[in-house]
């Protein structure tokens, strides 16, 4: 059941009224995805209107990958592409893609490699094809001195194994949308990744993933990059394992572009101001502080102006 707009709270008109906006970066909105294809002029108006400046969107398939780059050239400076094969992509692999993605790579509107990695949990790709694809993007971006953007489930002993070939990796590698255990994250931590955090947040119990990393000082905010994962990873601020606390910090203004744009059935990039606001009540700072630590992490690691 799609999530209803809580008619108690006061939705306000992001044009009209003069609020101050957090400064927002979200490294992750899938734009391409077809739930967007209809009204892709306004969700990103409702973006801008909530405070993110800039989106970027991943890419899982060389098609995913064309199609980022053509729409951000459409949006330029609003969005900015990735050009990568996802692993369950990766029996796609031909011979001719590599010099493919890096000839979209080049582009300046593209600031990363990937999502790349390893999946192991879904049989769409084979362990062989996936470790292959992912060393040879992991090349393309030492190649093309660009970002990588990193995805594992279910094989993190293969993930890091390859990692550590490859060190010292001499670019910045960010774990995409992760949700994965306390351990996994602080080999990653160590080896001096970056964890994009999302509405999953808000899912978390299992005592020993990324809340655990907020409260134990493990992730601290010159690692956190900040993802709507959207159409994905819908941000619950009703969620049960959220305190009453929390909850009642959060700011009219950032519910109102939750409940009025944002469904469990479609995320927007506008939900980032409640994320913001989540983060920054796990790790007792100031929501506008977790804004612009995470976008200047943004800025320094894609290059972005």
């Known amino acids: 059941m799609a999530f209803q707009p809580n008619s108690t709270v006061k939705v306000l008109d992001p044009i009209r009224e003069n609020y101050d906006n957090y400064l927002l970066i979200d490294v992750g909105s899938n734009m391409v995805n077809k739930k967007f294809s209809r009204d892709l002029e306004s969700v990103l108006q409702r973006a801008k209107d909530s405070g993110v400046q800039k989106i970027i969107v991943?890419?899982?398939?060389?098609?995913?990958?064309?199609?980022?780059?053509?729409?951000?050239?459409?949006?330029?400076?609003?969005?900015?592409?990735?050009?990568?094969i996802h692993p369950h992509e990766a029996k796609s692999w031909e011979d001719n893609y590599y010099d493919e993605l890096?000839?979209?790579?080049?582009?300046?509107?593209?600031?990363?490699?990937?999502?790349?990695?390893?999946?192991?949990?879904?049989?769409?790709?084979s362990p062989d094809i996936q470790r292959?694809?992912?060393?040879?993007?992991?090349?393309?971006?030492?190649?093309?001195?660009?970002p990588i953007m990193l995805h594992q489930k279910g094989a993190h002993e293969d993930f890091l194994k390859i990692i550590k070939t490859h060190l010292p990796l001499e670019l910045s590698a960010i774990l995409h949308s992760f949700i994965g255990s306390f351990e996994e994250a602080?080999?990653?931590?160590?080896?001096?990744?970056?964890?994009?955090?999302?509405g999953g947040l808000c899912k978390d119990s299992s005592g020993s993933g990324i809340k655990k990393l907020l409260s134990a000082g493990t992730l601290t905010l010159d690692r956190i990059?900040?993802?709507?994962?959207?159409?994905?990873?819908?941000?619950?601020?009703?969620?049960?394992?959220?305190?009453?606390?929390?909850?009642?910090?959060?700011?009219?203004?950032?519910?109102?572009?939750?409940?009025?744009?944002?469904?469990?059935?479609?995320?927007?990039?506008?939900?980032l101001p409640i994320l913001v606001e989540l983060l920054a009540g796990f790790?007792?700072?100031?929501?506008?502080?977790?804004?612009?630590?995470?976008?200047?992490?943004?800025?320094?690691i894609f290059g972005m102006s």
């Open 58 to 84: 991943p890419c899982t398939s060389l098609r995913t990958s064309k199609e980022a780059l053509r729409l951000a050239r459409i949006y330029p400076g609003a969005l900015y592409s990735t050009a990568g």
């Open 102 to 125: 890096r000839d979209i790579a080049k582009n300046p509107e593209c600031v990363a490699i990937g999502i790349c990695g390893l999946d192991y949990n879904k049989d769409f790709s």
């Open 132 to 146: 292959k694809v992912f060393e040879l993007q992991i090349s393309l971006a030492k190649e093309i001195k660009k």
């Open 186 to 198: 602080t080999d990653y931590i160590n080896l001096g990744m970056y964890i994009g955090i999302t």
């Open 225 to 271: 990059l900040l993802q709507s994962d959207s159409p994905f990873m819908y941000p619950n601020a009703r969620a049960a394992n959220l305190t009453d606390a929390l909850k009642s910090s959060l700011t009219q203004r950032s519910l109102g572009f939750l409940q009025r744009y944002c469904t469990f059935h479609r995320n927007e990039p506008c939900s």
């Open 283 to 300: 790790i007792a700072k100031k929501p506008d502080e977790v804004a612009l630590a995470t976008s200047i992490n943004a800025l320094k």
